[in-house]
Structure formats: structure tokens, C-alpha cells
């Protein structure tokens, strides 16, 4: 996989007050040169719908129904290695620099389109994990070739907006079980805390397996 440096610019101006943050542009996004442009991605059409917009088209009605109501957007990651649109295969990743946007910006709420893929992509970055499970009784064949890394992770968030985390591992042999969970704990409450700037109350490691080296497969 060759590293993807992300190719569009955030959308913001001086009035922003919400930004809007992302994982890292699919491939018919890059392709389009914006933001969710798969025509099957429906984050426009729900933006639309709640603003009471009509859906935007074009890149420039889109930037103007987000700047009209006061909405940046972005996303988390500046580049990485990725494979097609496969959140479950970024590897390297280069968090953005959003002091860029935040100096020129009043932000005042920020919102994570999928958070469960900030997080598992923290889990990932983390040495010894092999990837991320769907469930516990999960095949390996089908782990590695799954197409969304959030599949491994649970968020939900309580009434004071704490959230609490849940993530199903596969580890690597030869790691200890016990310092790995502690590795992704801390990963995934730095990561979500530094992006989100909400409370990580408490964050769940179930290790649901070991992956062997290839040669041992055989």
C-alpha cells in the first residue's frame, strides 16, 4: 500500500461554529474531489434534511448550504496508507493538524461522522493487534477481509456525553494479552478525547483471539 495524502480542503470560514469530522476520503470521494461524493452515501442527504435544505448537488451548493449554516468540515486524518476505501486497512496514519481550521475558526461543537472508526483506527495503530472482530465468535478469514474496522467497536455516550467504548481484538502471537488491552485502552481514550474533546468514561478490551504467524498456518 502506498502512503495517501488527503487531497481536499477543509470547508470553513470565519463564521464556523460546528465542524464535522470524518475518517479519510473514500476512494470516489478522492476521485470527485469532496467530501462523501459516493452517490450511494446518504451524509448529504441527512445534513439536507435536517437543516430543511433541499440536497445539494454540486460542490459549490454543498460548501454554501455548509458555510450558510455555519458548519465546517474535515477529517481526522492528513494521510496514511489505505487500501481502496477500506477504513479497516489504514495503516501509518498522519493525524490533521486542525490548529489550521481552529485559529481562524470560532468552533464551539465538534461531531465525529463515525466515531467507531477514530477508534479503531487507534486500535489498529496499536503494535501487537492483528485487527478488529465483529463479534466473539468471529472467523479469522473473514476479520481480515471485513470491510469496515468499526465493526470491532461499540461506542455509546451517557446523559452527561461520557462514552464508553467496546472492542473486540485479535492479537498477535507472542503479545502479552494483558499489556496489549492496556496499550489499545490508552490509544482509544487519547484518540477519542483529543479529537472529540469529550470524556472517555471507560474503555472495554475483549481479546478474542490470537493470530498465529502464516508459517504456522500451514
Same mark, same amino acid.
Given at each position: 500500500?502506498?502512503?495517501?495524502?488527503? %487531497?481536499?480542503?477543509?470547508?470553513? @470560514?470565519?463564521?464556523? &461554529?460546528?465542524?464535522?469530522? =470524518?475518517?479519510?476520503?473514500?476512494?470516489?470521494? &478522492?476521485?470527485? /474531489?469532496?467530501?462523501?461524493?459516493? %452517490?450511494?452515501?446518504?451524509?448529504?442527504?441527512?445534513?439536507?434534511?435536517?437543516? =430543511? #435544505?433541499?440536497? %445539494?448537488? $454540486?460542490?459549490?451548493?454543498? #460548501? $454554501?448550504?455548509?458555510?450558510?449554516?455555519?458548519?465546517?468540515?474535515?477529517?481526522?486524518?492528513?494521510? #496514511? &496508507?489505505?487500501?481502496?476505501?477500506?477504513?479497516?486497512?489504514?495503516?501509518?496514519?498522519?493525524?490533521? @493538524?486542525?490548529?489550521?481550521?481552529?485559529?481562524?475558526?470560532?468552533?464551539?461543537?465538534?461531531?465525529?461522522? +463515525?466515531?467507531?472508526?477514530? /477508534?479503531?483506527?487507534?486500535?489498529?495503530?496499536?503494535? +501487537?493487534?492483528?485487527?478488529?472482530?465483529?463479534?466473539?465468535?468471529?472467523?479469522?478469514?473473514?476479520?481480515?477481509?471485513?470491510?469496515?474496522?468499526?465493526?470491532?467497536?461499540?461506542?455509546?455516550?451517557?446523559?452527561?456525553? &461520557?462514552?464508553?467504548?467496546?472492542?473486540?481484538?485479535? /492479537?498477535?502471537?507472542?503479545?502479552?494479552?494483558?499489556?496489549? /488491552?492496556?496499550?489499545?485502552? @490508552?490509544?482509544?481514550?487519547?484518540?477519542?478525547?483529543?479529537? $472529540?474533546?469529550?470524556?472517555?468514561?471507560?474503555?472495554?478490551?475483549?481479546?478474542?483471539?490470537?493470530?498465529?504467524?502464516?508459517?504456522?498456518?500451514?
Amino acid at each position: 500500500m502506498e502512503q495517501v495524502t488527503h %487531497p481536499i480542503a477543509p470547508v470553513f @470560514d470565519e463564521n464556523s &461554529r460546528i465542524l464535522i469530522l =470524518g475518517s479519510f476520503p473514500s476512494v470516489k470521494s &478522492r476521485e470527485a /474531489a469532496f467530501f462523501y461524493g459516493h %452517490p450511494q452515501n446518504r451524509f448529504w442527504k441527512v445534513v439536507s434534511g435536517v437543516l =430543511g #435544505c433541499d440536497c %445539494p448537488q $454540486t460542490i459549490e451548493e454543498k #460548501c $454554501t448550504m455548509l458555510l450558510a449554516h455555519h458548519i465546517a468540515l474535515w477529517d481526522v486524518i492528513a494521510s #496514511c &496508507r489505505i487500501e481502496g476505501s477500506s477504513d479497516s486497512s489504514i495503516r501509518d496514519a498522519v493525524p490533521t @493538524d486542525l490548529s489550521v481550521l481552529l485559529a481562524h475558526a470560532p468552533i464551539r461543537a465538534v461531531f465525529c461522522n +463515525g466515531v467507531s472508526s477514530v /477508534a479503531a483506527m487507534a486500535v489498529l495503530e496499536v503494535e +501487537g493487534v492483528c485487527g478488529l472482530a465483529s463479534n466473539l465468535g468471529y472467523d479469522i478469514a473473514e476479520m481480515l477481509g471485513m470491510k469496515s474496522a468499526a465493526k470491532g467497536v461499540r461506542i455509546v455516550s451517557d446523559k452527561e456525553g &461520557r462514552l464508553f467504548v467496546e472492542c473486540n481484538v485479535v /492479537a498477535n502471537f507472542g503479545y502479552s494479552v494483558f499489556e496489549l /488491552a492496556k496499550n489499545v485502552q @490508552d490509544a482509544v481514550r487519547s484518540s477519542l478525547e483529543s479529537v $472529540t474533546g469529550l470524556n472517555v468514561a471507560k474503555v472495554n478490551v475483549n481479546v478474542c483471539g490470537i493470530a498465529l504467524p502464516r508459517e504456522s498456518r500451514k
